[in-house]
């Protein structure tokens, strides 16, 4: 009786501490968070947004509607079969990606737009990844919190957006 509940006591911790620790917890975003992410960050079709901690998929699949080629990085493998669902049944294949990664090693020197939902504590770590990374004129949208340097350029229901100069 003891061995399973270590078990399943461990597959929880690996599911939802650990996505926590090296990066934020799932939140989804509500619907107007995710209007506020595709208005502010002025997504053209074929362009390439990149999700960073992408959860359920909701804003990868706004992005791609939007005629975005968007892809996310996601660490919860619960959270990654949500999304690629998702995007299956929305008719979104070959336009929305999910990745099944940390946010960390995601690859967004082609991104033309980053979107993010953080915790005030990866703020800064995350902003020194993306000033190293993207390249000019990317654009991120955040969602709840700000960079600790960069300066907001527009706000909208707590969105934020940052231009890479």
Known sequence: MVLPLIILFGALCVIFLVPFLQGAPYVPSDPAQVRAMLDLATVQPGETVVDLGSGDGRILEAFARAGAEAHGYEMNPVLVWVARRRIRTAGLIGK???????????????????????????????????????????????????????????????????RQI
Do not use: C
């Open 96 to 162: 929305a990606f999910v990745h099944w990664g940390s946010l960390w090693r995601a690859d967004v020197r082609s991104a033309d737009v980053v979107a993010v939902f953080g915790v005030r504590h990866i703020m800064g770590r995350l902003e020194r990844k993306l000033q190293r990374e993207l390249k000019d004129g990317a654009r991120v949208v955040s969602n709840g919190y700000q960079f600790p340097t960069w300066p907001v350029q527009q706000s909208a229901h707590r969105v934020f957006l940052f």
